[in-house]
């Protein structure tokens, strides 16, 4: 922890004068891509007694549903197909999506229905979790996913009070999920 920069205290005093310019709590990472499911910010807290910055990911139940249904599903695929690969969505110089060849085509189909069994079926079950990684170079990494609809500012206020408290109640229920289909009118 001696190298972690997440633990130095002018890098903290400077998190400090950051956050107090903003909205006076967390700063979000803008390298990620946020968005109603899911939200990497950077919170102070304390780890075994001492001031660090949390390097947090905080997501839906929902996406975490089927971030897991979509992994079981890729690890079905591999099983299936000898010369798998990961599909890779490549788009070409007007921003549209490059078509897939016949090999990502088929697997894609595939990992479709495998995921659309595992809904039906409601295989996979998740619960809310609270993970923390100390083993980051900066600060400490913190995943967690809580069972709403949306990640917004109240619920992440709500999030960094209670774990710095100590008084975060995680709900162990085990749910699935549905994926919505999108319709176009």
Sequence with gaps: MNNNKGFDKKEITEFKKKISVGNGLYLLNSEEENTDDFVNFFFLGKYEGKDVIYDAALYTLKL???????????????????????????????????????????????????????????????????????????????????????????????????FNDDSLELDTTLYSFQMEEDFED
């Design 64 to 162: 975490h549903h089927q971030s897991e249904m979509y992994e079981i599903a890729e690890h079905e695929a591999a099983k299936k197909f000898p010369h798998f690969k990961k599909i890779t969505y490549e788009e070409d110089e007007f921003g549209d999506i490059k078509t897939l060849d016949d090999l990502e085509e088929e697997i894609g189909l595939f990992m479709s229905e495998k995921m659309m069994e595992m809904e039906e079926e409601e295989t996979v079950k998740v619960q809310e979790f609270c993970e923390l990684d100390p083993n980051l170079s900066y600060g400490i990494g913190l995943d967690a996913a809580l069972n709403y609809d949306h990640i917004d500012d109240t619920l992440i206020r709500r999030f960094i009070k209670e």
